[in-house]
């Protein structure tokens, strides 16, 4: 199989997964501005989220994205990165679009497959992680697992 994806990816399976037949996403409501998610099942839009400087950060509980699916996480055009944490607990099966007009970085601890229809609409880097924290050169640290 060869990937198309200008992508670093650390600890996710690109697999051919059982398909969902509708968009898992949710917010967890646990940042100081929550994400905020629309148009669910077919076509979410993830908006809002907390923002420091030019970097926006989303905390989900849920992120999955089923075949002929999508989501678009929203920013404004100072946004140069989005860090989405899923801390729900569960993998995200993508087999649909992602699509965002920065880097994105996607993280779930829990897991991250592709299936073999998902594609990655990403007017910049893509990342997707297991990680269970995130460091910063200012030594803030944010936990995926742990909801702040």
Do not use: W, Y
């Amino acid at each position: 199989m060869t990937l198309t994806i200008p992508a670093v990816l650390i600890g996710i399976s690109i697999t051919s997964a059982p398909t969902i037949g509708v968009a898992q996403v949710a917010s967890d409501g646990q940042l100081p501005t929550p994400s905020v998610v629309t148009g669910c099942p077919k076509e979410c839009r993830v908006s809002g989220g907390t923002t420091a400087g030019n970097n926006l950060f989303h905390s989900l509980r849920s992120f999955s994205v089923p075949t002929l699916g999508s989501v678009i996480f929203e920013s404004s055009p100072s946004i140069q990165r989005i860090f989405s944490r899923i801390a729900g607990g569960e993998p995200s099966q993508i087999d649909g679009v992602i699509q965002a007009n920065a880097d994105l970085f996607l993280i779930n601890p829990a897991g991250i497959q592709f299936g073999q229809n998902a594609k990655l609409d990403i007017k910049g880097g893509f990342i997707g992680a297991t990680a269970s924290a995130l460091g910063f050169i200012d030594h803030l640290h944010r936990n995926p697992t742990t909801r702040t």
